[in-house]
């Protein structure tokens, strides 16, 4: 497996390898342009001086038919031309007691086996020229030397470039700090905010109270602690969720034994409990069909089938199928519908069993009658279930969406928990009002 670096790690080389490759640009092409500026002058120097060379000196500049370095200009680097004549054993003419060592070094260093006036570059007496040879026409066997003393101009070109390597290493080292505090404040908050991941997939949910500095990180962070409030909102409800769905399950199930023993041990109306038996498993599995619904409803992934439905006719069918309990406690159902259709693109099968709960707890709290509305309201489908019954209590009132929640009169308390996330999913809303009455409305976007 790869070995992975450290945020730390990979600023510092990065910042460093930026450095190094400027200055290593920079002193690359100082030295060159500093070398070539060398080059192209001094042998420029050194071609004006032979031209002068090649000239009949004028009668005050003459020596024994040796020609003299006369109008010389003024060397760009830094000297001027040197002349003097060497004749295969010693320094003949231009030496002083200043040059003659120095001329006798060059002399020693020189290629005489190399074309006569090619430049060459030699180091001697502690120094480096610029020289060139050529036979004196004059006097055959002996030779003209011209060279140019180039040596204060590398030198002030090493002083630079020792000047850079000092600039490199103190701006690498300042670097490198700089380096391992940008390193330290990124590297800081992402570790804090991975402990606190690691803590979330520990199951600890409590969300961080940490403060950070860097707009993204605390941008994850706010997103991490949303979602960790979910997460606990979700963990405790799923807590609640099976210890009322234990509750539930077991007192049908407890009937059903009682029931059932009775009929054993021939203590009960066998008819009876029978009758018992079959209400109480009718209960139940209406409980599992609604434990199983409210499950799907959680789950991320479950998808719906969603197409045009008019809810008139989704209302209209509802009804219908609680017709018989209605008659039974004597409730009428009013209809009070739009003469165009409500549509909604939304699952028919999700919607009906929404409107049923909603119309199966009207009938049951209400008096006399219920009403059935249908219309569009300012661009939205409302639909609105009103009953005539004493309505909803205050303290129930906030609950009564909350799973497995009872109030006065209620059955498994999943009902309403299954339409207000029915109506969630498909984008609405749902409100209740109770100051008449109940009316619970549904409104689609």
Request: with cysteine; glycine share 8%.
């Amino acid at each position: 497996m790869k070995k992975k670096r450290s945020i730390k790690t990979r600023i510092l080389l990065s910042i460093l390898a930026l450095i190094g490759i400027a200055f290593g640009a920079i002193l690359l092409v100082f030295n060159v342009s500093v070398t070539r500026y060398i080059d192209i002058n001094a042998k420029n120097q050194l071609a004006v001086a032979r031209e002068m060379l090649g000239e009949p000196p004028p009668p005050d500049n003459r020596d024994d038919g040796r020609p003299k370095m006369h109008g010389q200009p003024k060397n760009p680097v830094g000297a001027e031309a040197e002349l003097f004549f060497w004749d295969g054993n010693a320094v003949v003419q231009g030496g002083n007691s200043d040059t003659l060592e120095t001329e006798t070094a060059i002399v020693h260093a020189l290629d005489f086996s190399a074309p006569q006036g090619e430049t060459q570059t030699v180091h001697a007496n502690g120094g480096t020229y610029l020289a060139t040879m050529q036979e004196n026409a004059l006097m055959p066997g002996e030779y003209a030397i011209v060279y140019v003393d180039i040596t204060g101009i590398q030198a002030f070109a090493g002083n630079i470039n020792m000047m850079l390597i000092i600039i490199l290493v103190v701006v690498g080292g300042a670097a490198v700090a700089v380096a391992f505090a940008l390193a330290g404040s990124i590297a800081k908050p992402i570790r804090q905010i991975s402990g606190f991941a690691g803590k979330i997939g520990d199951g600890v949910f409590e969300p961080s109270g940490l403060e950070l500095k860097d707009r993204e990180t605390s941008r994850l962070l706010d997103v991490m602690n949303r979602t960790a409030r979910k997460l606990k909102t979700y963990d405790s409800e799923q807590k609640t969720f099976f210890q009322n769905v234990s509750h539930e399950l077991k007192t049908p199930l407890m009937t059903i034994r009682c029931n059932a023993e009775g009929i054993v041990y021939q203590v009960m109306d066998s008819k009876e409990s029978g009758r018992t038996i079959m209400g109480e498993v009718d209960k139940l599995v209406e409980l599992i069909d609604d434990i199983l619904y409210i499950s799907k409803t959680d789950t991320i992934t479950e998808s719906e089938v969603r197409e045009e439905c008019d809810l008139r006719e989704i209302l209209s069918n509802c009804a219908e199928s609680q017709k018989a309990l209605a008659e039974k406690r004597y409730v009428k159902i009013e209809y009070d519908f739009s003469d165009t259709p409500v549509t909604k693109n939304i699952s028919e099968k999700s919607a009906k069993r929404a409107f049923c709960d909603i119309i199966s707890n009207a009938i049951r709290y209400a008096k006399s009658r219920i009403v059935l509305s249908c219309h569009w309201e300012e661009g939205r489908a409302v639909v609105a279930v009103w009953d005539d019954g004493t309505g909803i209590s205050e303290a129930d009132l906030p609950h009564i969406f909350e799973r497995f929640y009872k109030g006065k009169g209620g059955q498994s308390g999943i009902g309403l928990a299954i339409v207000k996330s029915v109506v969630d999913k498909a984008g609405g809303d749902i409100v209740v009002d109770v100051t008449n009455g109940t009316r619970f409305t549904v409104t689609f976007g």
